[in-house]
């Protein structure tokens, strides 16, 4: 895995997480089941991470490495990382802009 491959995974899972915490959220609202927003936005980036990080691998034929383990991990803790940071900014500017 190159350092373009990783960070075109990065931004592959910036955009899901953010449709994906969506989508879970209306799910979660419409069934009336309680939710913590930034936990949600956590959890659907490491799991599309880890998906991603995986589905490359396994599709590109790649053997197991520690480097591949470097960069799995790296991109399961940015995705985390830009889910938390960004998630929380995005809705707040969002629902600043609907109050006026």
Do not use: H, P
């Amino acid at each position: 895995m190159t350092i373009e491959t990783f960070l075109m995974g990065l931004l592959i899972v910036s955009t899901l997480t953010g449709l994906f915490t969506e989508a879970l959220k209306k799910c979660f609202d419409e069934c009336k089941r309680k939710y913590y927003s930034n936990l949600l936005a956590g959890a659907t980036a490491v799991v599309l991470s880890l998906a991603i990080g995986v589905a490359y691998i396994v599709l590109e034929g790649l053997a197991w490495s520690d480097k591949m383990a470097v960069y799995l991990i790296a991109l399961v803790f940015l995705s985390w990382l830009s889910a938390m940071v960004g998630y929380d900014k995005v809705m707040q500017a969002i629902s600043q802009i609907k109050s006026k």
